[in-house]
């Protein structure tokens, strides 16, 4: 059961050679076994998974389930879910259960989904390693056959990640800021996509940067990616920036092919400090869609050096207005004081980690009186160059290939000493988020030490079709059947 | 430009942020550390470029000023950290 990919999973209960019930329980129990060594999940949701599950069984019976009917998912902790607690891995929303349902977890109980847990993460997705939890760090199920030094997930939606990649679940929900979905699939060797800002709903996901955070799934394959992101798009009128058109069969466009496709090849990502397996692992998925019939062009892309930097006056600077909310007043921890203020400062201080605070009081400061111009109005103009950049080569060709990240996953304990050096993890996603356009990473091959490694596609606003046709083409040619060392096994229920 | 310890308590009470003498030295390094690294975008020629707010580049919709949920207070108050009757009850914010 475990070996199925979601699309052959859901073929497999339409024909009922198993119910959405047993599949469930199967699942379940593989987490109940896993999850102490990953700790993928942060709250496992045993009986509304199972409640889910014979909705599902009484759906298919009757010939009206929807397109995930019965299909087991994570969703990343930072999608409210009606009365179950959503923490964005923080103190400070230890205590909080949603009396609604984000939109786009909506849009998947709608279609049958069934939902085992909700997913561990960054604390309010601010991370690349999935360190930042208030609720302990998530292991990556991947070791080297060298070592037994426990490895990271990538991050932010590194519970997601695990969750998919050691079998514990057939999709996830996960949220991209600025790498938070195509990094850790990256670093677990699973599926991903970022989709256009405005193709998700935002409303009812805990916010971290409003301009950029944009939903997506995890999953093995990039049709599995398809078929979740056909449930988890569409329009809101709850989202002031949801976009209003028609969500094309994704699923579908994923099998097209690339031939007679002008892939760009941006020279600006290349670098003399980019290890040399990834640079040929790059070179290979290149050589792949010639191969398939898509022709390569050098293209420029000339503010690409610039991403990180914007991102982080960007993200910073709307996570600091965002997060104000977190007071201690009406909902959520409190720690009280003397007075007003210091209810706020110790509420605040004991609730939020370090990273968090980094992040809040940058922004504070780029946004604070006499500096707001010379740091966040430059940044925005540094952003519309960025986009312009894209646009501009979008012009000639139809998609971008790149790596996903600059390594594979890094051991527990490298690089946290530095916030600096974590965040370059993020500097060849982050552009894709400060223009807007959908990206997807999708596992490619190994690194020396058995380490999956990701590509990279990104593509023109709201044409996720193409990226997934890109994509499915590189996953076809690689033939990435590698798996993780630590995963749910055969057994039947 | 690097900032003074007394700039980081300043924003540290801005953000309502309590942050102690012990934690002050190590976040001093580390915000100098991302500030110094950001400066790169003062190299950025920017003249006469029209700053992007937004993720793409879109304009804001407007709905009809209508109301289209609630009757739920059981529901809205299920967070509330103290209540009084079908009102939320919270501490002074007021002074």
């Given at each position: 059961?475990?070996?199925?990919?979601l699309?052959?999973?859901?073929?497999?209960?339409?024909?009922r050679?198993?119910?959405?019930?047993e599949?469930?329980?199967t699942?379940?129990?593989?987490?109940?076994?896993?999850?102490?060594?990953?700790?993928a999940?942060?709250?496992?949701?045993?009986?509304?998974?199972?409640?889910q599950a014979?909705?599902a069984?009484r759906?298919l019976?009757?010939?009206?389930a929807g397109p995930?009917a019965?299909i087991?998912?994570g969703?990343?902790?930072l999608?409210?879910?009606?009365?179950?607690?959503t923490?964005?891995?923080?103190?400070i929303?230890?205590p909080?259960?949603?009396?609604?349902e984000s939109?786009v977890?909506?849009?998947l109980?709608?279609?049958?989904?069934?939902f085992?847990?909700?997913t561990?993460?960054?604390?309010?997705a601010m991370?690349?390693?999935?360190?930042?939890?208030?609720f302990?760090?998530?292991?990556?199920?991947?070791t080297?056959?060298?070592?037994?030094?426990?490895?990271?997930p990538?991050g932010?939606?590194?519970?997601?990640a695990?969750?998919v990649?050691?079998r514990?679940?057939?999709?996830?929900t996960?949220?991209?800021?600025?790498?938070?979905?195509?990094?850790?699939?990256s670093?677990?060797?699973?599926?991903?996509?970022?989709?256009t800002?405005g193709?998700c709903?935002?409303?009812?996901?805990v916010?971290?940067?409003?301009?950029?955070?944009?939903?997506?799934p995890l999953?093995?394959?990039v049709?599995?990616?398809?078929?979740?992101l056909?449930?988890?798009?569409?329009?809101?009128?709850?989202?002031?920036?949801?976009a209003d058109r028609q969500?094309?069969?994704?699923?579908?466009a994923?099998?097209r092919?690339?031939?007679?496709?002008r892939?760009?090849?941006?020279?600006?990502y290349?670098s003399?400090?980019?290890?040399p397996?990834?640079?040929?692992?790059?070179q290979q998925?290149l050589?792949?869609?010639?191969e398939?019939?898509?022709?390569?062009h050098?293209v420029?892309?000339?503010?690409t050096k610039?991403?990180?930097?914007?991102?982080y006056?960007?993200?910073?600077a709307?996570?600091?207005?965002?997060?104000?909310?977190?007071?201690g007043?009406?909902?959520?921890?409190?720690?009280e004081?003397?007075?007003?203020?210091?209810m706020?400062?110790?509420?605040r201080?004991a609730g939020f980690?370090?990273?968090?605070?980094?992040?809040?009081?940058?922004?504070?400061?780029?946004?604070?009186?006499?500096?707001?111009?010379a740091?966040?109005?430059r940044?925005?103009?540094?952003?519309?160059?960025?986009?312009?950049?894209f646009?501009?080569?979008?012009?000639?060709?139809?998609?971008l290939?790149?790596?996903t990240?600059?390594?594979?996953?890094?051991?527990?304990?490298?690089?946290m000493?530095?916030?600096?050096?974590?965040?370059?993890?993020?500097?060849f996603?982050?552009?894709?988020?400060?223009?807007g356009?959908?990206?997807?990473?999708v596992?490619?091959?190994?690194?020396?030490?058995?380490?999956p490694?990701?590509?990279?596609?990104l593509g023109?606003?709201f044409d996720?079709?193409?990226?997934?046709?890109?994509?499915?083409?590189?996953?076809?040619a690689?033939?990435?059947?590698?798996?993780?060392?630590?995963?749910?096994g055969?057994?039947?229920? | 430009?690097?900032?003074?310890?007394?700039?980081?308590?300043?924003?540290?009470?801005?953000?309502?942020?309590?942050?102690?003498e012990d934690e002050?030295?190590?976040?001093?390094?580390?915000?100098?550390?991302?500030?110094g690294?950001?400066?790169?975008?003062?190299?950025?020629n920017?003249?006469?470029?029209?700053p992007?707010?937004g993720?793409?580049?879109?304009?804001?919709?407007?709905?009809?000023d209508?109301?289209?949920?609630?009757?739920?207070p059981e529901?809205?108050l299920?967070?509330?950290?103290?209540?009084a009757?079908?009102?939320?009850?919270?501490?002074?914010v007021?002074?």
């Amino acid at each position: 059961m475990f070996s199925l990919t979601l699309a052959e999973t859901a073929a497999a209960l339409r024909k009922r050679q198993f119910s959405a019930s047993e599949l469930t329980e199967t699942y379940l129990a593989a987490v109940e076994a896993l999850n102490p060594r990953l700790n993928a999940f942060i709250t496992p949701t045993p009986e509304l998974a199972r409640e889910q599950a014979a909705a599902a069984d009484r759906a298919l019976a009757a010939g009206e389930a929807g397109p995930l009917a019965g299909i087991p998912l994570g969703i990343k902790d930072l999608f409210c879910t009606k009365g179950v607690r959503t923490t964005a891995a923080s103190r400070i929303l230890a205590p909080f259960v949603p009396p609604y349902e984000s939109t786009v977890t909506e849009h998947l109980r709608r279609d049958g989904a069934v939902f085992l847990g909700k997913t561990n993460l960054d604390e309010f997705a601010m991370g690349s390693s999935n360190i930042t939890s208030a609720f302990g760090p998530v292991t990556n199920p991947w070791t080297r056959p060298s070592d037994a030094a426990p490895l990271v997930p990538g991050g932010s939606s590194g519970g997601s990640a695990a969750a998919v990649a050691a079998r514990l679940a057939l999709g996830a929900t996960a949220t991209d800021t600025g790498g938070s979905i195509r990094q850790p699939a990256s670093f677990c060797g699973v599926a991903g996509i970022k989709p256009t800002y405005g193709r998700c709903s935002r409303w009812g996901i805990v916010a971290f940067a409003s301009s950029l955070d944009q939903a997506g799934p995890l999953a093995r394959t990039v049709e599995d990616c398809a078929l979740l992101l056909n449930s988890m798009a569409g329009f809101d009128p709850k989202d002031s920036t949801s976009a209003d058109r028609q969500v094309p069969d994704f699923a579908a466009a994923s099998r097209r092919g690339v031939k007679g496709l002008r892939i760009g090849v941006p020279r600006e990502y290349q670098s003399d400090g980019m290890p040399p397996e990834i640079a040929a692992l790059w070179q290979q998925g290149l050589s792949w869609l010639r191969e398939a019939g898509a022709t390569l062009h050098d293209v420029s892309l000339p503010h690409t050096k610039y991403g990180l930097a914007t991102y982080y006056i960007v993200a910073p600077a709307e996570a600091s207005a965002n997060l104000a909310r977190y007071d201690g007043v009406r909902f959520g921890a409190r720690v009280e004081g003397e007075d007003l203020d210091s209810m706020y400062e110790n509420t605040r201080g004991a609730g939020f980690g370090a990273e968090v605070k980094r992040r809040v009081l940058i922004g504070t400061y780029v946004l604070s009186a006499g500096y707001y111009d010379a740091y966040y109005l430059r940044a925005q103009k540094v952003r519309a160059l960025i986009l312009r950049d894209f646009l501009d080569v979008f012009r000639d060709v139809d998609a971008l290939l790149t790596p996903t990240a600059p390594s594979a996953a890094f051991a527990q304990g490298e690089r946290m000493d530095d916030p600096v050096k974590m965040y370059l993890n993020d500097v060849f996603t982050v552009p894709a988020n400060m223009a807007g356009i959908p990206g997807l990473s999708v596992p490619a091959g190994l690194d020396a030490r058995g380490l999956p490694l990701g590509l990279q596609v990104l593509g023109k606003p709201f044409d996720e079709e193409t990226v997934l046709a890109v994509g499915a083409a590189v996953e076809k040619a690689a033939g990435f059947a590698a798996l993780p060392s630590l995963r749910a096994g055969e057994a039947r229920p | 430009m690097a900032l003074e310890p007394e700039t980081v308590r300043r924003i540290a009470r801005l953000a309502r942020i309590r942050i102690s003498e012990d934690e002050l030295p190590r976040l001093l390094g580390e915000l100098n550390g991302i500030l110094g690294w950001i400066e790169q975008l003062q190299e950025v020629n920017v003249d006469g470029v029209e700053p992007l707010t937004g993720g793409a580049d879109m304009a804001l919709r407007l709905r009809d000023d209508v109301v289209t949920d609630g009757g739920i207070p059981e529901e809205v108050l299920v967070n509330a950290p103290d209540r009084a009757g079908a009102f939320y009850a919270v501490p002074k914010v007021v002074e």
